[in-house]
């Protein structure tokens, strides 16, 4: 009941007509940023934090959560119609969310993206305000061994349950925890696959590696096709700027399923909305094996509503995280703690005694940015399509420039393009010979996890093994994975007797 008056109090506080007014640019700018190729949600947060700093703490945070949560839906909007995330969290979404975009149905897919990211909001924000105290308990009992199995769970999961080939998704992973290991050891100092490039002594950045896999090399494959495959020419942005009754009902359950897996991951410090997002995805793609009629790689509406609301509401949740404990689990969250330093403020427990009014009215502006975007996106649904009527010359030239753009945005070195035009041409590569980029990227995301988390495992455990099945938590992860690979397993042997009869 406390909950609930310091809620409305926030609400009063939020709904004044200046903070309104935060929340609607924040929202509009934050869509804005998102939807340039490798300026996501983190980035948008970054440019605009300087403007900031005329405004009072209130409303200042208030805008930025309008930025954030509209960076979200801006990333998810290039992966669905250009296969170009704005970040790693939406890569999940380009799998069936641009095949339902070459298929015409680009509103509906953006409609569908909206609603999910409504949906895994406007659950989280709740999450946040009434059991924030209970998901801090249960990210206190995730230590090395539990980070280690959730690593695995992924790698595995996504290179042999996700991919339709259990040999390429193998060797993109490798590929994937190749790259996330170039740079110094951070434990060693050890000089690993840099071959004496000073450049190359922090490692590959991640936006990087995202806009050249996903987005030029994208550019690659189009260019390689275009003559050849007419169908590749023009994509139709056809179709009612809604979702129909038969299509709400199906991706219902995918909203809730995709938001009950996000949940947990916003106070789990494994690097923000990537993770559930995989595994939200791959839960869908394995549910629909089971289907007669499998839809999956044909533009299944599932496999965009179910990351897009795992994604939504992770990131409610690491708010909640933020400001209760202090504790940034994405890139964004950090940008927002070092935001909240610059006005003197530390989250944590005792910021909810110190500064309630602020926090409250944080908290319900959560919930006015979820209706904000709402609003504004689905009726701009068919108008984000309309990029899709652009020439393909200029609209892939466009794209080009704006990877190049972003890159050096986060890194001023012209060898970071350099990298990006090498990369770009091993996405090409990938796409050519029909290699999963899924298993790629999550062993980037999460390779640094994966190994941080078994080193540490290790040392605590005097080099004991036995330490990665000690404790409930990694038992049932490596359960689930068993009882996924089995299901893999069963549903590919009956789709070859169904082949072969």
């Given at each position: 009941?406390?909950?609930?008056?310091?809620?409305?109090?926030?609400?009063?506080?939020?709904?004044?007509?200046?903070?309104?007014?935060?929340?609607?640019?924040?929202?509009?700018?934050?869509?804005?940023?998102?939807v340039?190729?490798?300026?996501?949600?983190?980035?948008a947060?970054?440019?605009?934090?300087?403007?900031?700093?005329?405004?009072?703490?209130?409303?200042?945070?208030?805008?930025?959560?309008?930025?954030?949560?509209?960076?979200?839906f801006?990333?998810?909007?290039?992966?669905i119609l250009?296969?170009?995330?704005?970040?790693?969290?939406?890569?999940?979404?380009?799998?069936?969310?641009?095949?339902?975009?070459?298929?015409?149905?680009?509103?509906?897919?953006?409609?569908t993206?909206?609603?999910?990211?409504?949906?895994?909001?406007?659950?989280?924000?709740?999450?946040?305000?009434?059991?924030?105290?209970?998901?801090?308990?249960?990210s206190?009992?995730?230590?090395?061994?539990?980070?280690?199995?959730?690593?695995?769970f992924?790698?595995?999961?996504?290179?042999?349950?996700?991919?339709?080939?259990?040999?390429?998704?193998?060797?993109?992973?490798?590929?994937?925890?190749?790259?996330?290991?170039?740079?110094?050891?951070?434990?060693?100092?050890?000089?690993?696959?840099?071959?004496?490039?000073?450049?190359?002594?922090?490692?590959?950045?991640?936006?990087?590696v995202?806009?050249?896999?996903?987005?030029?090399?994208?550019?690659?494959?189009?260019?390689?096709?275009?003559?050849?495959d007419?169908?590749?020419?023009?994509?139709?942005?056809?179709?009612?700027?809604?979702?129909?009754?038969?299509?709400?009902?199906?991706?219902?359950?995918?909203?809730?399923?995709g938001?009950?897996?996000?949940?947990?991951?916003?106070?789990i410090?494994?690097?923000?909305a990537?993770?559930?997002?995989?595994?939200?995805?791959?839960?869908?793609?394995?549910?629909?094996?089971?289907?007669?009629?499998?839809?999956f790689g044909?533009g299944?509406?599932?496999?965009?509503?179910?990351?897009?609301?795992?994604?939504?509401?992770?990131?409610?949740?690491?708010?909640?995280?933020?400001?209760?404990?202090?504790?940034?689990?994405?890139?964004?969250?950090?940008?927002?703690?070092?935001?909240?330093?610059?006005?003197?403020?530390?989250?944590?427990?005792?910021?909810?005694?110190?500064?309630?009014?602020?926090?409250?009215?944080?908290?319900?502006?959560?919930?006015?940015?979820?209706?904000?975007?709402?609003?504004?996106?689905?009726?701009?649904?068919?108008?984000?399509?309309?990029?899709?009527?652009?020439?393909?010359?200029?609209?892939?030239?466009?794209?080009?420039v704006?990877?190049?753009m972003?890159?050096?945005?986060?890194?001023?070195?012209?060898?970071?393009?350099?990298?990006?035009?090498?990369?770009?041409?091993?996405?090409?590569?990938?796409?050519?010979?029909?290699v999963?980029?899924?298993?790629?990227?999550?062993?980037?995301?999460?390779?640094?996890?994966?190994?941080?988390?078994?080193?540490?495992?290790?040392?605590?455990?005097?080099?004991?093994?036995?330490?990665?099945?000690?404790?409930?938590?990694?038992?049932?992860?490596?359960?689930?994975?068993?009882?996924?690979?089995?299901?893999?397993?069963?549903?590919?042997?009956?789709?070859?007797?169904?082949?072969?009869?």
């Amino acid at each position: 009941m406390e909950s609930i008056m310091n809620l409305m109090e926030g609400f009063g506080s939020a709904l004044s007509p200046m903070n309104l007014l935060w929340v609607v640019v924040g929202c509009l700018l934050g869509t804005a940023v998102g939807v340039l190729p490798g300026l996501g949600s983190s980035m948008a947060v970054a440019l605009l934090l300087p403007m900031t700093f005329a405004l009072d703490p209130t409303g200042a945070f208030i805008m930025f959560a309008g930025v954030y949560f509209g960076g979200l839906f801006g990333d998810s909007t290039m992966a669905i119609l250009m296969n170009t995330p704005g970040q790693a969290s939406a890569i999940a979404s380009t799998f069936e969310g641009h095949r339902m975009a070459k298929a015409g149905r680009a509103p509906q897919a953006l409609a569908t993206a909206a609603i999910g990211a409504f949906i895994g909001g406007m659950i989280g924000s709740v999450v946040v305000v009434f059991l924030a105290p209970a998901l801090a308990d249960f990210s206190a009992n995730f230590g090395p061994q539990e980070f280690f199995a959730l690593a695995l769970f992924a790698f595995v999961a996504t290179s042999s349950v996700v991919a339709d080939s259990i040999l390429k998704g193998l060797c993109s992973l490798i590929i994937g925890l190749g790259i996330a290991v170039v740079g110094i050891d951070q434990t060693s100092g050890a000089e690993r696959f840099s071959f004496g490039v000073p450049q190359l002594f922090d490692g590959i950045s991640l936006v990087t590696v995202t806009v050249a896999i996903l987005a030029l090399g994208e550019v690659f494959h189009i260019a390689s096709r275009v003559r050849r495959d007419p169908t590749n020419r023009v994509i139709q942005a056809t179709g009612r700027p809604f979702l129909s009754g038969r299509e709400f009902r199906e991706a219902l359950p995918a909203w809730l399923r995709g938001t009950g897996i996000g949940l947990p991951f916003g106070v789990i410090p494994a690097g923000g909305a990537d993770v559930p997002t995989f595994v939200a995805y791959g839960l869908e793609r394995q549910l629909d094996r089971r289907r007669r009629k499998p839809q999956f790689g044909k533009g299944a509406i599932r496999g965009l509503a179910a990351p897009e609301a795992a994604g939504n509401a992770t990131t409610g949740t690491a708010m909640g995280a933020l400001l209760s404990l202090g504790l940034p689990i994405s890139a964004t969250a950090a940008i927002m703690l070092a935001a909240f330093e610059q006005y003197g403020l530390q989250p944590g427990p005792l910021m909810f005694d110190r500064s309630p009014d602020l926090v409250w009215a944080l908290l319900a502006s959560f919930f006015i940015a979820m209706v904000v975007l709402l609003i504004l996106n689905l009726p701009f649904a068919p108008l984000w399509a309309k990029l899709l009527a652009i020439p393909r010359p200029y609209l892939y030239a466009g794209i080009t420039v704006f990877c190049g753009m972003g890159v050096y945005a986060t890194s001023g070195s012209t060898f970071d393009l350099l990298m990006l035009l090498g990369i770009g041409l091993l996405g090409f590569a990938l796409r050519r010979f029909g290699v999963p980029l899924a298993p790629l990227m999550i062993g980037i995301v999460l390779g640094p996890l994966f190994e941080t988390s078994m080193r540490d495992a290790l040392a605590s455990s005097n080099q004991s093994y036995g330490v990665f099945v000690d404790g409930p938590i990694p038992v049932a992860i490596y359960a689930l994975l068993a009882l996924a690979l089995v299901i893999s397993i069963v549903g590919r042997v009956r789709a070859k007797a169904r082949k072969d009869t």
